[in-house]
């Protein structure tokens, strides 16, 4: 198992800087939001970005855009632009060997859009991102989003994971989930075949708050768990508010390496189906 910190907690801030100020406060392994001005026209600086994360002592995971961008829009030109988006973003995570991207599979704004239809548009669109994955072979996890804005039910996302006989895997949001009142112990069992990673915050039950470990509703023993008996190479990742003070997050590391004693550090990485060159082009 790995702990990594998301940027989340810094974003709005230059990214060298943040990642340096991550790494002062123990962060090994880094999780970065593509949302923000220092992503503007990364498509064109590509090998420029990657040259200078690649400096860095650490290991990355991508997480595609999240602000004002949905795979499920209710219009056509707004899922092709997030399409594109998520392809650009998985062609920059190979060619910094990201261990995985974070995928949002949509959202349902308002409650006269259909769920079943923005579920039939994400299989689809999470289908195209498989295809185009082939020429890079990232690992792709789907996360859980949203409370009432959420597409799946329990149920529902577990099955949507499945479907993809391996092609995805999972990332499962535990403040998420623990928003839209899922079972998270039982989430995790059934979900343990595909679960590569986990965002780990808390909250009340009532908004996204992105809280520390420990400051919501939260009854994170059985979380705990049932992540020991997932995969060796679990991804455990601290996904704080933004402006939450790095101090915590060394703090969040530090919780976690007593709850997983004996496990954080075993299981490394594992390798993608299509080993990536370093040349790879954006």
């Known amino acids: 198992m790995r702990v990594y910190y998301s940027n989340l907690c810094r974003l709005g801030s230059g990214l060298s800087e943040s990642i340096d100020e991550m790494i002062r406060y123990g962060a090994g392994a880094i999780e970065l939001m593509m949302d923000g001005p220092q992503w503007d026209e990364f498509e064109a600086r590509g ?10 002592p650490v290991v990355y995971s991508i997480h595609t855009p999240v602000w004002d961008i949905n795979l ?49 548009r994400a299989a689809r669109a999470v289908g195209a991102l498989c295809r185009f994955n082939s020429l890079y072979g990232v690992p792709l ?4 989003v949203g409370a009432a804005t959420c597409i799946f039910t329990q149920d529902e996302y577990i099955a949507f994971i499945g479907r993809f006989g391996g092609r995805i895997g999972s990332l499962l949001d535990i403040g998420h989930a623990n928003l839209c009142g899922w079972n998270l112990a039982d989430t995790i069992s059934r979900l343990r ?40 190479d679990l991804r455990l990742i601290l996904e704080y508010d933004i402006g939450t003070p790095l101090e915590l997050l060394r703090g969040g590391k530090e919780l976690l390496t007593q709850a997983f004693a004996g496990k954080i550090g075993l299981g490394g990485e594992p390798s993608p189906d299509h080993p990536v060159s370093a040349a790879v082009q954006i």
Not at 209 to 228: A, C, K, N, T
């Open 47 to 56: 090998r420029e970005l990657a040259a200078l994360l690649s400096e860095k």
């Open 72 to 120: 499920t829009s209710e219009n056509a030109q707004a899922r092709q632009a997030a399409l594109e988006a998520y392809r650009h973003s998985i062609a920059f995570a190979a060619s910094i060997h990201a261990a995985h991207v974070v995928v949002h599979p949509g959202f349902c704004y308002a409650p006269v859009f259909d769920k079943k239809t923005a579920r039939e």
């Open 141 to 144: 996890l789907v996360e859980n």
């Open 193 to 232: 075949p595909f679960l590569y990673a986990v965002h780990l915050h808390d909250n009340n039950g009532t908004a996204d708050s992105h809280l520390p470990i420990g400051s919501g509703s939260i009854q994170w023993d059985p979380v705990f768990q049932e992540l020991l008996e997932c995969r060796p």
